[in-house]
């Protein structure tokens, strides 16, 4: 039986920046305008964090029965690994999914935006069909474009809208910067996983560019955050500059993936893109609420 700590590798925590950063930047756009909410707030972070270890569940069980877990530089995976039974992890997701959809129904009747339900499916059925079912879309190149819908523009305005009742320049610019690093992160994984996931006949978007696009695509996907930066400075206050704190936990990852580095050299870029995006939602977060 898999322990405690192999369930919480394959939940993938490393990643879960990815749904606090969107959440945390769509509050900090609520509180710009005066229309913070802490507990629908909550709420969306809920739904965020629910909703990504569901698809981390959800990814494992499926790469798993299609048996293009066997070769994996990465994390442990469960089903891959034989360590837990197909069934056990779809159930855990499926789990996920349902404490998501009820907090995501919550919102739904707080704010009386019942049209909300529909994007809810959207994202449910993009968590399940980016490797699951007949023809997965993360096995054809667009893994990286949903990562920056679910994981920016849909967290970020959702958290916003259901709070205030509409969304901001802000809050839209700030979700863009958000998705591209989703991307990288994605990215940055199909790169490490590049060799096997080719073997396998994933062709994700890594798989597609080659080595050398593949890292020039991870590269501009990180660094895009800050153009982000630059025109909020430019715009609204020099308080955005607090942004560039990212750059300092990016610019070595993005070094190191230029520099050639392969396999299990990759997954500390992984983590460090992660964090950077965390500290840019926090920097800009703060920047927003002062300016």
Aim: one cysteine or more; hydrophobic letters at 55%; proline letters at 5%.
């Amino acid at each position: 039986m898999a322990t405690v700590a192999q369930w919480m590798a394959g939940a993938r925590v490393r990643t879960l920046p990815n749904s606090i950063s969107p959440v945390l930047v769509g509050a900090g756009a609520a509180v710009a305008i005066d229309g913070f909410v802490w507990w629908q707030a909550v709420l969306a972070l809920v739904v965020a964090l629910a909703f990504q270890v569901g698809v981390n569940y959800a990814n494992d069980y499926s790469d798993g029965i299609r048996g293009t877990d066997a070769e994996r530089v990465g994390p442990l995976r469960l089903v891959g690994s034989g360590l837990v039974p197909p069934k056990a992890v779809l159930t855990a997701a499926l789990v996920c999914f349902g404490i998501a959809c009820l907090a995501g129904l919550g919102l739904v009747i707080s704010s009386g935006q019942w049209w909300l339900i529909a994007v809810g499916l959207v994202c449910l059925l993009g968590a399940w069909y980016y490797t699951g079912g007949k023809n997965p879309y993360g096995y054809l190149g667009l893994g990286e474009l949903a990562v920056f819908l679910f994981f920016g523009p849909v967290p970020v305005l959702g958290t916003m809208y259901v709070q205030t009742g509409r969304i901001s320049w802000f809050g839209v610019v700030a979700s863009v910067a958000l998705g591209c690093f989703s991307a990288a992160v994605l990215a940055v994984n199909n790169l490490r996983d590049l060799p096997t996931d080719k073997e396998s006949g994933k062709h994700t978007m890594a798989v597609r560019l080659g080595d050398q696009g593949a890292r020039t695509f991870y590269s501009l996907l990180a660094l895009a955050p800050f153009v982000v930066t630059f025109t909020l400075t430019f715009l609204v206050s020099p308080w955005f500059l607090l942004g560039l704190f990212a750059a300092i936990q990016v610019s070595p990852s993005v070094r190191t993936v230029y520099s050639g580095a392969t396999g299990p050299a990759l997954i500390p870029v992984l983590r460090d893109t992660g964090l950077a995006m965390l500290v840019w939602a926090v920097a800009t977060t703060v920047a927003a609420i002062v300016s």
